[in-house]
């Protein structure tokens, strides 16, 4: 048996290196050895998929908005690679548009470190079987702590297949998961008894007849129509481990949200748990630009509520949530009791563009007391010092704890300056918004 090659495609800075790490020492593990590559966008996919020749792929779902050849790029990788393939991704909203492409399973990714082991076994334990059905069952070695996970009944085997502050232009424009039990595992790749063929998962003949622009509404569809469905039936919010003086608050007007590292993952892990009727949402995430326009078309897809990316004169609307574009400040602003965005280019404010300060201190100004002020991990010090001025003019504000931040920077510096009112752990920071903003 030749080593088992795993092509992992993931961007995501938060949580790539400890997946990679972790899916490793699996691989390392094995009696034949196996190796791992990752490739962080389509061109470095192309690369790899030619040079390291991989036996089965990992791809986190919220790449599937770039595209290939004018194609949506996990639907591309499918119809392309003829390789096993495992999408994951944080919500459970988009498992139906994801299986829909033809990928052979939707995981749930986890949300703190020590459950990645785990996680990384099963997806793992998943392709052997999918790459190499003859072979025996695979267990490879994990952490003590985790064992329990690789010796799980094996996955069933499948059939193979055959061979200058100038403005910005307004354009047109959970908690931790834990592991699966064996039926989860075997629902992921099929809900029938019999074993599935490659890429058996329905595709919806929209996606086979149609042009490239056309596949790419019929995906965006699928995965609204998802929302709809997880909208018409929204999970409870669990207020279990907020603190009791976290109340509801009359007069909230605005949400105001500041991320760096990790902001990414840390937002939408918030935003998903977040239902309508909200007010509007103003965010910074330290992001470069273009790449903040596909995090916002990510997060319009998995929300429940509108996501877009923030534009210069933007009127702010309730159940809307606005990104800040890359490389320009955002700040809101109020004209005839209406707010609205401003978004400049201006200088650099803590060496970074946008600044959540810069966000933050328009707040101060424009909403006062009736803003909700969210700081999340981060490294350094921006936000902290606007977080401060809410905090003293009698706004609520929240900061993420150390034990749930990639890096505890900026949400230390705003605890230590007495910024914080609540330092709550991730998974608690959208119920916490939730009930303060529930005001009748």
Known sequence: MQPFRILMIDNAISHKK???????????????????ALATDAEETRQLLATFQPHALTVNYALSILRV???PFVPWLVKTTHLPIIAYGLSDVLRGAALATGIDAYFLRPTYQKDWP???????RFLWRLAFPGAPPLHPAVPAANRAVSTRPPFRTPVPTAAADTPRPATTTAAPTAPSTPAEETHA???SASPPM???????PTLRQHTASQDDQAFALLARTAHRYAQASPRPQTACGLPANLRPVPGIELIAIGASTGGTDAIADVLHALVPPLPPIVIVQHIPAYFSRLFAIRLNEECC????????????APNHAY????????SVARADGKLFLRCLRGPKIHSVRPSVDVLFNSVVKTVGKNALGVLLTG?????????????QLGAPTIGQDQATCVVYGMPRVAHEMGAVRFELPLPHIGPAIQRIVSHP
Do not use: W
Not at 18 to 36: F, H
Not at 118 to 124: E, G, N, R, T
Not at 306 to 313: F, K, L, T
């Open 379 to 391: 490294m350094g010090k921006d936000g902290a010092a606007g977080l401060l001025r809410l905090h």
């Open 189 to 191: 790749a099929t809900p």
């Open 305 to 316: 509520f509108s996501v877009e990316e923030g534009e210069n004169g933007r009127f702010l």
């Open 323 to 330: 990104i800040a574009p890359g490389e320009y400040h955002m």
């Open 198 to 204: 490659r890429n058996s998962a329905p595709i919806p």
């Open 18 to 36: 400890v997946m990679r790490a972790a899916m490793q020492e699996i691989l390392e593990a094995l009696p034949d050895g196996g190796s791992l």
């Open 69 to 71: 050849d004018d194609t």
């Open 118 to 124: 785990p996680f990384c076994s099963k997806v793992a």
